[in-house]
């Protein structure tokens, strides 16, 4: 996600990557995400997501944001259907 601002979630390492959702494609060039975190913080907000790269992840909703598909370096993976329902869900209820 590269460096961010405020109180953005910053991603790790010199690139500041981090993880995100791919929620819904906008265009060619653009997508709406939802970044991932590590965190056992527990929020209405923050979503379990499973596990990713081995570790227990859930999605931040409250920092989604559209972004350039350039910035996606690689596929991770994918994300069963029900659980993806329950993330859909939770961002249509901030709508």
């Given at each position: 996600m590269g460096l961010n601002v405020g109180s953005e979630?910053?991603?790790s390492?010199?690139?500041?990557?981090?993880?995100?959702?791919?929620l819904k494609g906008l265009s060619l060039q653009t997508c709406w995400?939802?970044?991932?975190?590590t965190s056992m913080l527990l929020h209405s907000l923050r979503p379990s997501i499973g596990i990713v790269d081995g570790k227990e992840?859930?999605?931040?909703?409250?920092q989604m944001r559209v972004i350039d598909k350039r910035r996606?370096?690689?596929k991770i993976g994918y994300l069963n259907?029900?659980?993806?329902d329950v993330i859909r869900k939770n961002v249509k209820?901030?709508?």
């Open positions: 979630q910053d991603g390492g010199d690139e500041y990557r981090r993880p995100v959702l791919i995400v939802i970044p991932l975190t992840a859930k999605a931040l909703i409250s996606l370096v690689k259907q029900e659980t993806f209820g901030l709508l």
